[in-house]
């Protein structure tokens, strides 16, 4: 899993039309998992948590996906890479990513609009 930083470029490949984004904040979905219990060696339930990022569209190739679109990566879908100098993040797939102008994506965006307001960032253009 790659380390998340903010301002960092995430690359996807997206079957030949690139598209560029930058991370604009690093949030964590918590959620029920299961782990062994190390004295009785039984599972049980736990709260973990998994590191995502809220990114912005910079450049694009593909025409679906327009300048300034916002979407959500798992943090464990990135790997770094070091291109022409600079250390970024590639993800080879599109559609894993979640993007919030798509239809039935209202979660997506919703959930960047809370995690803005939990920080008492009201952007207007978000």
Same mark, same amino acid.
């Given at each position: /899993?790659a380390?998340?930083?903010?301002?960092m %470029?995430?690359?996807?490949?997206?079957?030949?039309?690139?598209i560029?984004?930058?991370?604009?904040?690093i949030?964590?979905?918590?959620?029920?998992?299961?782990? @062994?219990?190390?004295?009785?060696?039984? /599972?049980? @339930?736990? @709260? @973990?948590?998994?590191?995502y990022? +809220?990114c912005?569209?910079? /450049?694009?190739?593909?025409?679906?996906?327009? %300048?300034?679109?916002?979407?959500?990566i798992?943090g464990?879908?990135?790997r770094?890479v070091? /291109?022409k100098?600079?250390k970024?993040?590639?993800?080879d797939q599109?559609?894993?990513?979640?993007?919030?102008?798509e239809?039935?994506?209202?979660?997506?965006r919703?959930? +960047?609009?809370?995690?803005?307001?939990?920080?008492g960032?009201?952007?207007?253009?978000?």
């Amino acid at each position: /899993m790659a380390y998340l930083k903010p301002n960092m %470029t995430v690359f996807m490949a997206n079957n030949g039309q690139p598209i560029y984004s930058t991370i604009d904040k690093i949030a964590f979905r918590k959620y029920w998992g299961k782990k @062994r219990d190390k004295k009785t060696g039984k /599972m049980k @339930r736990a @709260r @973990r948590a998994m590191p995502y990022a +809220i990114c912005s569209v910079k /450049m694009s190739s593909d025409t679906d996906i327009p %300048t300034g679109a916002q979407f959500t990566i798992a943090g464990y879908q990135l790997r770094n890479v070091i /291109m022409k100098g600079e250390k970024i993040l590639t993800f080879d797939q599109k559609y894993v990513a979640d993007f919030a102008q798509e239809y039935g994506n209202k979660w997506v965006r919703r959930m +960047i609009l809370e995690e803005f307001k939990h920080d008492g960032d009201d952007n207007e253009n978000r």
